[in-house]
């Protein structure tokens, strides 16, 4: 079963960063595109970065110049940088993972911007 652990949430004032990370087991971690989602309250889940398994990465526009998504196969882990958080970036972060039509997710990490 494949299993996904996100870590790296927090309360941060805007203009902060944080660095969310997750990590996979229980895959073939390099063969795969791997991405990040967000929800915040009574909103749609909404997709805001992928980086495919050779490493090409894009965003949602409301985050492009403002967060990095990355990873390292040897650790087998996702990570999201997040620069110049503004309080529009409230959510609960999901990490994801697409398999042969299968989505799979993680239990979710809360960003909270707030002054």
């Known amino acids: 079963q494949v299993q996904l652990v996100e870590s790296g949430g927090g309360l941060v004032q805007p203009g902060g960063s944080l660095r969310l990370s997750c990590a996979a087991s229980?895959?073939?971690?390099?063969?795969?595109?791997m991405a990040w989602y967000r929800q915040a309250p009574g909103k749609q889940r909404e997709l805001v970065a992928r980086?495919?398994?050779?490493?090409?990465?894009s965003y949602a526009d409301s985050v492009e110049g403002r967060f990095t998504i990355s990873r390292d196969n040897a650790k087998n882990t996702v990570y999201l940088q997040m620069n110049s958080l503004k309080p529009g970036d409230t959510a609960v972060y999901y990490c994801?993972?697409?398999?042969?039509?299968?989505?799979?997710w993680g239990q979710g990490t809360q960003v909270t911007v707030s002054s």
């Open positions: 994801n993972i697409p398999i042969f039509g299968n989505e799979y």
């Open positions: 229980q895959i073939a971690f390099s063969l795969y595109a």
């Open positions: 980086i495919s398994r050779g490493g090409t990465s």
